[in-house]
Nanobody
C-alpha cells in the first residue's frame, strides 16, 4: 500500500500564498489535490498526469493555483496564491495505482493522504 504524506498547510491572510507538497512512499501515476470545507462536498481542485505535462484546475482556483511535478516523480506541489477565505479547507493529496496517460479528469484515485489544514483569514 502506497502512503501519501502532505505538508505545507497552515494559516495565511487573504491575498497571501502557501505551498503544499505531497510525497508518495511508492509508485503512483496520476496525482491530484482535493479539498473539503466543513459542510461541503469534497472538491477536486487540481490534478496532474504522470509526465507532468497535463493538468486540470477547478474553475474556482484557475489562475491562482499551480500544480507541478517532475516527470515520473512520486511527488507533487500545489502553489496557491491570491488566497481567499473560501479556500479554507482540509486539502488532501491523492494518487492512482494505474497509468492514465494524459487523462486528468474522470479518474478514480486509489491512494489518499491524511489531509492538511489550510486556513485563510480575512
Amino acid at each position: 500500500q502506497v502512503e501519501l504524506v502532505e505538508s505545507g498547510g497552515g494559516e495565511v491572510q487573504a491575498g497571501g500564498s502557501l505551498r503544499l507538497s505531497c510525497t508518495a512512499s511508492g509508485r503512483t501515476y496520476n496525482m491530484a489535490w482535493f479539498r473539503q470545507a466543513p459542510g461541503k462536498e469534497r472538491e477536486n481542485v487540481a490534478a496532474i498526469s504522470w509526465s507532468g505535462a497535463d493538468t486540470y484546475y477547478a474553475d474556482s482556483v484557475k489562475d491562482r493555483f499551480t500544480i507541478t511535478r517532475n516527470s515520473g516523480e512520486n511527488a507533487m506541489t500545489l502553489h496557491m496564491s491570491g488566497l481567499r477565505s473560501e479556500d479554507t479547507a482540509v486539502y488532501y493529496c491523492a494518487g492512482t495505482k494505474y497509468y492514465y496517460s494524459s487523462y486528468v479528469t474522470g479518474i478514480d484515485y486509489d491512494y489518499w493522504g491524511q489531509g492538511t489544514q489550510v486556513t485563510v483569514s480575512s
